[in-house]
């Protein structure tokens, strides 16, 4: 699975959109792009996922780079629940978790 | 209705002791994982089980074990249980064995070795 980098804390206001970047420059052409938050205390929970295209669901919107080499993440509403540590992961069937971003929203 | 459940949330015991944890979804997923997060958050898979089968075995001590009698159950049974077994362990379902899927994950169980 190729690694990920990301940053380890980012800030953002409350109402404010969220865009966390994630670098996955060794990305083969099978692996997905994922993306998991774990808020304090409680089990992982699956955000969204893409191969190649942007796309969006009720959570965020995932923009991939055309090269795929990386990502962002955008929360487009921050809310004060959004507070979480953010993991990008890069994976074909084996989710590898690694040490996320842990996005503080100001309120 | 809780997608993935665990069984107990808290769970203290001594060393040596064996101890099992329950996990159950109701997702009608065909994969099933065991992972563990230990005190500085690194998340690490343990196992994978597909349809009752094991695909994924990290490398885990012979003392774990997982047992699956179902596709919607997988427990984890550990042995003779160590202070570096401490850790929250979480359980997680997904629709697909390969290509594209998500992971829905369990509460945790939080498990305390003296």
């Known amino acids: 699975d190729a690694k990920t980098t990301q940053p380890t804390s980012m800030d953002c206001a409350e109402g404010r959109a969220a865009n966390l970047p994630c670098n996955h420059s060794?990305?083969?052409?099978?692996?997905?792009v994922y993306w998991y938050r774990q808020i304090h205390s409680q089990g992982p929970q699956y955000i969204i996922h893409?191969?190649?295209n942007n796309e969006t669901n009720e959570m965020a919107s995932l923009i991939i780079t055309e090269d795929r080499k990386s990502s962002t993440l955008i929360l487009p509403h921050a809310t004060l629940r959004d507070t979480a540590v953010y993991y990008c992961?890069?994976?074909?069937?084996?989710?590898?978790f690694g040490k996320g971003t842990r996005l503080h929203i100001l309120p | 209705d809780t997608a993935v459940s665990q069984t107990p949330k808290y769970l203290v015991t001594q060393m040596g002791n064996d101890k099992s944890i329950k996990c159950e979804q109701n997702?009608?997923?065909?994969?099933m994982y065991w992972y563990k997060q230990d005190s500085k958050k690194f998340l690490k898979i343990m196992f994978s089980?597909?349809?009752?089968?094991?695909?994924i075995n990290e490398t885990v001590p012979n003392r774990f074990s997982p047992k699956s009698p179902d596709k919607a159950h997988l427990n984890l049974h550990i042995n003779s249980l160590e202070l570096g077994d401490s850790a929250v362990y979480f359980c997680?379902?997904?629709?697909?064995?390969?290509?594209?899927?998500?992971?829905?994950f369990g509460p945790g169980t939080r498990l305390t070795v003296t």
């Open positions: 997680a379902s997904s629709p697909l064995a390969g290509g594209s899927y998500e992971q829905y």
């Open positions: 893409g191969l190649k």
């Open positions: 089980y597909n349809n009752k089968e094991l695909i």
């Open positions: 992961i890069a994976a074909k069937d084996k989710i590898i």
């Open positions: 060794t990305i083969s052409g099978n692996e997905y």
């Open positions: 997702l009608g997923h065909d994969t």
